[in-house]
Each structure stands twice: as C-alpha cells, then as structure tokens.
C-alpha cells in the first residue's frame, strides 16, 4: 500500500513540474515575441517573475 502512495504521488510530482515548465516556455515565448527583454537571463527573470504574478492573481478571492 506505501508503494503505491508513492508511486501517486511521483505521477503528481511529474505532472506539476511538467505543467510548471510549460507555462515557463509559454512566458518565456510570450517576453521574446514582445521583445521587452535585454537579454536571454533578464528573459528568463521576467517569465518567472510573470508566471509568478499570474499564480498569485489566480490564488487570490473572486479571481476566475
């Protein structure tokens, strides 16, 4: 039964990290179509820093 909990919880896992990377690459394509970066690190800062925004605008109340 322990095996197989974790087992669940390793899918979980990957499908969080999975999910997570696509919305990096889809921010990440966002600022390079946009152009508002110097750089390929700035990029990488401002796609976290937007997909960090997002995560905290859809955590707060009424947000849908």
């Not at 197989?4 to 899918?11: A, F, H």
């Not at 499908?15 to 690190?41: G, P, V």
Request: with cysteine; glycine share 2%.
């Amino acid at each position: 039964m322990c095996e197989m909990k974790r087992k669940e919880l390793s899918e979980a896992s990957v499908r969080r990290n999975y999910a997570f990377s696509q919305r990096t690459i889809e921010n990440l394509k966002w600022l390079i179509d946009h152009r508002i970066y110097r750089n390929e690190t700035e990029a990488i800062d401002l796609a976290i820093e937007r997909m960090r925004t997002m995560y905290e605008m859809s955590e707060e109340p009424g947000a849908e």
